[in-house]
Structure formats: C-alpha cells, structure tokens
C-alpha cells in the first residue's frame, strides 16, 4: 500500500511568470492564487491540478531544459474533456504569439485518444490529451 495519496502541486521554474501566467489563465481558463512577489512565485489551478510557477533569476544565465540530455520534467500532461475542446485548445495556442506548437492533435496509439505538444510562453513542455469515447 502507498504511504502518499497523490499530487497536492507542482512547482515549475518560469522564465517569464507573467506571460506563463497569463497563458494558464486566459488561454486555459485556470484560476490564480497565492501570488507572492517577494520570491516571485504565484499559484495556478484548473480545479484538480494546482501549479506553482517561480521565476527564475534570468540575470544568471540559466540554460533552457532538453528534454533528450537533462534529467527533470520531460513534460507535463493535461486532460481535456472532448474532442472538440482540444481542437478549440489548438486553435488558441496555435495563435498565442508565444507558444510553439510541436505537434497539432493527432491520435494517440492508433486511437481513439488524441493529442497534441507545445510550448508554453516560458518553453514549458506541455502536452494536451483527450482520452478518447
């Protein structure tokens, strides 16, 4: 039997907290809370999952994580509710002038799943799922 009961939050370094703010919340829909200025740190949430996003100190130089050659975050996987709502969800990262788009919703294993990668505004991995009927 586990002795933990699951995720209670995760934190992730930003380079930009505003921008990678403002992308979870008005592109995504999630709320905030818990800003702190004095770290800089503020807390986001869709409801079930619950963020905390730290700026890092850009004056120091920090390198941009790869996936292929760093140990760490490989990406962060989000669910969606429909088919339609991960289409509507490309379409407004698609557009976002900082996201990149890795791949557009496809499906995932040969289906019925789909989903689709991209870049938040701080290069954050994410990926977008739908589980499929």
């Known amino acids: ?11 992730l370094s930003v380079d930009n907290l505003e921008a990678s703010k403002n992308f979870f919340v008005e592109v995504l829909g999630w709320q905030e809370s818990g800003y702190d200025p004095s770290y800089p740190r503020t807390a986001v949430s869709d409801g079930k999952l619950r963020l905390t996003l730290w700026q890092v100190d850009t004056s120091l130089n920090g390198a941009q994580f790869d996936r292929k050659k ?16 991960l289409a ?5 990262i698609k557009a976002h002038p900082l996201c990149t788009i890795e791949f557009a919703p496809e499906l995932l294993a040969g289906g019925p799943r789909q989903h689709m990668m991209f870049n938040e505004p701080s290069g954050l991995r994410l990926e977008l799922i739908w589980q499929g009927e």
């Open 88 to 92: 509507e969800l490309y379409q407004k």
């Open 1 to 11: 039997m586990s002795e933990t009961i699951g995720l209670n939050h995760l934190g």
């Open 70 to 85: 760093n140990v760490g975050l490989h990406h962060l996987a989000i669910q969606v509710e429909s088919e339609s709502k």
